[in-house]
């Protein structure tokens, strides 16, 4: 089955700081994205990843960088890190667009 | 500009049924999805659709008017159970990635 794992589950984290979220999937899916997920705005796409070595900006790429080193990787790293940017953020991968696997999810606090 | 927008709430009894309404605006169109998401929990793929009409998928089925840009998720035989919130996403020309709604909260009493 399909397997999306995200770690850490919780962090919290300080103004300024640096923060690495990672994701690792056993599907051997290409695509590989990045949301955010707040009330009021539901799933937003931060980053995605067509494959190992290739990263591409999505709707909200701002503060967030990510990289895909392996086929089965994929992180997303916030430089340095504000309160605004305290959300859940969710990893998901998957071959046919329409149809993506989520991981569990991060619960991200920045103070 | 882009958007997807469903109701937030929608309130309904076990053993009848729900319909989730969503509308969208997108440059181009390239199928909608739609996700179950429990409380604290991932999204959970349910269903796609790319052409016109009614597709029967048992529990849930699915509607699509690409000329109105509006899709509805039918759930039949409400079940406890079924209490989550359904995303609905639409994959726009570019196919690259999903655009989502803020999500339809569901909630079955007994």
């Known amino acids: 089955e399909a397997a999306v794992t995200q770690s850490p589950r919780n962090k919290v984290a300080v103004t300024g700081g640096k923060v690495t979220l990672s994701c690792n999937q056993t599907?051997?899916?290409?695509?590989m994205y990045w949301y955010r997920q707040d009330t009021g705005h539901g799933l937003r796409l931060i980053h995605y990843?067509?494959?190992?070595?290739?990263?591409e900006k999505g709707d909200i790429p701002d503060g967030y960088k990510a990289s895909r080193p392996s086929q089965e990787n994929f992180s997303l790293i916030l430089e340095l890190a504000t309160p605004s940017q305290t959300s859940v953020y969710f990893c998901?991968?998957?071959?046919?667009?329409?149809?993506?696997?989520f991981g569990p999810g991060t619960r991200l606090t920045v103070l | 500009g882009q958007g997807v927008e469903q109701p937030d709430n929608l309130m309904s009894v076990e053993g009848t049924f729900a319909r989730v309404n969503c509308t969208y605006s997108t440059s181009g169109f390239n199928g909608l999805s739609w996700y179950q998401q429990r409380e604290g929990h991932a999204p959970v793929f349910l269903s796609y659709v790319v052409l016109d009409g009614l597709k029967d998928s048992g529990h849930f089925s699915t509607f699509l008017s690409r000329s109105n840009g509006y899709s509805y998720l039918l759930l039949t035989e409400l079940q406890i159970k079924d209490s989550a919130s359904y995303l609905c996403?639409?994959?726009?020309?570019?196919?690259?990635?999903?655009?989502f709604g803020t999500g339809t909260t569901v909630s079955v009493s007994p």
């Open positions: 599907n051997n899916h290409n695509n």
């Open positions: 996403a639409v994959r726009d020309a570019g196919g690259r990635a999903l655009i």
């Open positions: 990843s067509y494959g190992a070595g290739s990263t």
């Open positions: 998901a991968s998957g071959d046919v667009g329409y149809e993506q696997y």
